[in-house]
């Protein structure tokens, strides 16, 4: 059974910065990539970034790109997203997800673990 803890979450006003936190546990993990999806209220679960366990290959949503950093641990066993220039149409509640392949990280079908999620909220 695999955990997915995420953290650091919180209140920020427009223009400010978040970093998220997302440590995992359980039995051996090896996960080929590692994701972080939000869903906002009364939308759809929408993909943020993703990243690739071998070879660290990362992937952004359009809406993130440039603002959003999504990075590991040495001892992969936490994966994090810096979020920068946070604006209003950020909040959602952030998930982070572990795949056991690269072929879909941009899409929730890809993931096989998630977390509970942690609230973000971006006032203007």
């Known amino acids: 059974q695999v955990q997915l803890v995420e953290s650091g979450g919180g209140l920020v006003q427009a223009g400010g910065s978040l970093r998220l936190s997302c440590a995992a546990s359980?039995?051996?993990?090896?996960?080929?990539?590692m994701g972080w999806f939000r869903r906002a209220p009364g939308k759809e679960r929408e993909f943020v970034a993703a990243?690739?366990?071998?070879?660290?290959?990362?992937y952004y949503a359009a809406s993130v790109e440039g603002r959003f950093t999504i990075s590991r641990d040495n001892a992969k066993t936490t994966v994090y997203l810096q979020m920068a220039s946070l604006q209003p149409e950020d909040t959602a509640v952030y998930h982070c997800?572990?795949?056991?392949?690269?072929?879909?990280?941009?899409?929730?079908?890809?993931?096989?673990?998630w977390g509970q999620g942690t609230q973000v909220t971006v006032s203007s």
């Open positions: 997800a572990a795949a056991p392949g690269i072929q879909f990280l941009t899409t929730p079908r890809g993931y096989d673990y």
């Open positions: 359980g039995r051996t993990f090896s996960p080929y990539g």
């Open positions: 990243i690739t366990w071998t070879g660290e290959s990362t």
